[in-house]
């Protein structure tokens, strides 16, 4: 190989940033450089990337937007400021009140940390323009600024509450290793506010090659998915991924395409500029244009994953020995296994047979006094889990133990959050349900199937072929901000659909299954059932969806009142 110059080379990616496949192809130029997607993540990224020294002729003294006047510097500052106040307060919501030690890295000239300090935080900036930095240290009262990049500053670790990346993780070379430097710097149990640039968002979709945000320093564009998998990757959980707002005037926007212009909208911003009068060209509007923001939590990480395997069961003497014993046989190399049983006081000897692995080291027993339906069940399991991935798994066998290992690794190798288990997906097409002897009840669950596949398709906007499997597999920390009620088989239609409202893409791929009839004991009520999946659905499509007031409501709840203060939220009697 020919020895490159460091500075005028520009560096090959030769693995997805963030789950490491090869499988890495080009989709198209933009401003001279090869832009690639992973065909596995669908990461979307530089390759190669610019050179040292072509970054450092885009990272002139210029570089901030409207910095060639004072006014334009003023307007721009304004407004940083404005979205700062924005993220402060989505901040306060996940992390509670402000006080303690912030550090924003990709500071600029200060505008957010100046505004973070007058609101009570302790602040520290890492910035790569020495102007800049220098210009945010006299802005500051007591807050140090630290030019260079994170790695090289050498701070010392597990000091910081918060951690925040406004518009800069998109600009750094290997993104992973960066969240990995914040991880170590942040205390333990400390919050991560990233603001990026998003490939989903509805400017990425309407503009496709022409996005704005398609340019030389933007080496990475991460998605609402991309960005949690790489969070989780590098030991942070209980994300929550937004639309990202910002605070924008007309001007501002019509300055930066006329810096970087894209073909129609830059002339008709230009045009609208002579017609509409200057006050509406300045004032601000709350918009989301082509971004995300995300929060999230450092956890502890551990040396080996842990899968937390639910078993509703209920009245399944028949199979639940076999179950449990395969179960127990399983091995997923490179992954620990917690198997929870959920227990609903059976009437056929289930809970006898379930009571025999209390305290046995693998097995977690949960004891409901009642039966008040599966959901309940796979709900009071989901509670007592504490593995990085979930599965739920029947005691019944319909599915088999041999799929696990394919619809694991999607989640290990960070290729997906979500894995739906497909009846229908194998090389021989539809696998209809039949049963021996009952044809007209056959044709009446296939068409059923049919019909509510349709329907959740059509309304969620899906292409999903069969969304009513019960081999479901995600990361636990999916679950994270969202609640359940359902306490039946519709509570399967809500975990679905509410992973799905929060932004996950299930992956659907074939397994294994052998249907049971109803005289073997199928639970489904045939004419109730489906009357109670109608309204769930009806009600999933229209709910507001919140996942910050849920949050809001667990910081508020997990912090301690203060002194003659009343506690924020009812505490049960002790
Ligand atoms: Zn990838």
Not at 288 to 294: E, I, L
Not at 464 to 478: A, E, G, N, S, V
Not at 544 to 569: C, H, N, Q, Y
Request: with cysteine; glycine share 8%.
């Amino acid at each position: 190989m020919d020895r490159m110059n460091p500075t005028t080379a520009r560096p090959m990616v030769k693995t997805c940033h963030v789950c490491k496949s090869t499988r890495v192809y080009y989709l198209f130029s933009a401003c001279d450089y090869r832009v690639v997607r992973c065909e596995d993540c669908g990461l979307v990224f530089l390759n190669p990337q610019p050179s040292e020294e072509e970054l450092a002729r885009i990272y002139g003294a210029n570089y901030f937007l409207g910095s060639e006047s004072e006014a334009g510097r003023r307007e721009v500052s304004e407004l940083t400021q404005a979205t700062a106040r924005l993220y402060l307060a989505e901040i306060g919501r996940y992390h509670g009140p402000a006080g303690g030690r912030l550090l924003e890295v990709g500071c600029g000239d200060g505008d957010f940390l100046v505004l973070a300090e007058a609101s009570g935080w302790q602040v520290t900036g890492v910035g790569g323009s020495a102007t800049a930095c220098e210009q945010a240290r006299k802005r500051l009262k007591n807050g140090e600024v630290y030019c260079g990049e994170l790695a090289q500053v050498a701070l010392a670790g597990e000091q910081f509450d918060l951690c925040v990346v406004a518009d800069f993780i998109e600009h750094v070379r290997s993104p992973l290793d960066f969240l990995l430097e914040i991880h170590r710097l942040l205390k333990p149990g400390g919050t991560l506010f990233i603001a990026t640039p998003s490939i989903d968002s509805w400017s990425a979709r309407v503009m496709r090659q022409k996005w704005m945000e398609f340019k030389a320093e933007h080496l990475i564009y991460f998605d609402r998915q991309t960005v949690q998998t790489a969070l989780f990757k590098s030991g942070f959980h209980e994300v929550i991924v937004q639309p990202g707002w910002k605070i924008l005037t007309f001007d501002y926007i019509r300055l930066h395409f006329e810096r970087f212009p894209v073909p129609w909208i830059t002339p008709l911003l230009n045009r609208l500029s002579h017609i509409l009068p200057r006050q509406l060209q300045h004032r601000r509007h709350r918009l989301v244009a082509s971004g995300v923001t995300a929060l999230a939590r450092k956890c502890a990480r551990r040396p080996q994953p842990v899968l937390s395997v639910i078993v509703p069961a209920y009245n399944e003497m028949k199979t639940f020995a076999t179950l449990m014993d395969s179960l127990l046989r399983k091995e997923v190399p490179g992954l620990q296994m917690e198997i929870i049983i959920v227990e609903s006081n059976s009437t056929d000897g289930t809970r006898e047979a379930a009571l025999k692995f209390q305290g046995h080291p693998r097995v977690k027993l949960v004891l409901e006094e009642e039966p008040r339906g599966k959901g309940h069940a796979v709900r009071s399991g989901l509670q007592a889990a504490t593995g990085d991935y979930v599965l739920i798994q029947d005691a019944d066998l319909e599915y088999d133990l041999e799929d696990y290992d394919v619809l694991l690794e999607q989640l290990l190798a960070g290729r997906s959050a979500f894995v739906l288990g497909s009846r229908h997906g194998g090389r021989h097409g539809l696998k209809m349900r039949q049963f021996a002897g009952q044809y007209g009840l056959s044709l009446f669950l296939n068409v059923g199937h049919w019909f509510f596949a349709t329907l959740i398709n059509l309304l969620f906007w899906q292409r999903l072929r069969d969304p009513f499997t019960m081999f479901k597999i995600f990361r636990r920390d999916c679950l994270y901000g969202l609640e359940f009620k359902c306490n039946r088989f519709d509570f399967d239609f809500e975990l679905l659909i509410k992973l799905i409202r929060k932004g996950y893409q299930p992956t659907e791929l074939p397994v294994n299954y052998r249907s049971r009839s109803f005289k073997e004991g199928k639970k489904v009520r045939m004419f109730r059932d489906p009357l109670t999946w109608l309204a769930v659905l009806a009600d999933l499509r229209w709910m507001k969806f919140d996942l910050m007031k849920v949050v809001e409501a667990k910081t508020i709840a997990s912090r301690r009142p203060a002194k003659g203060e009343p506690a924020a939220v009812a505490q049960p009697k002790s």
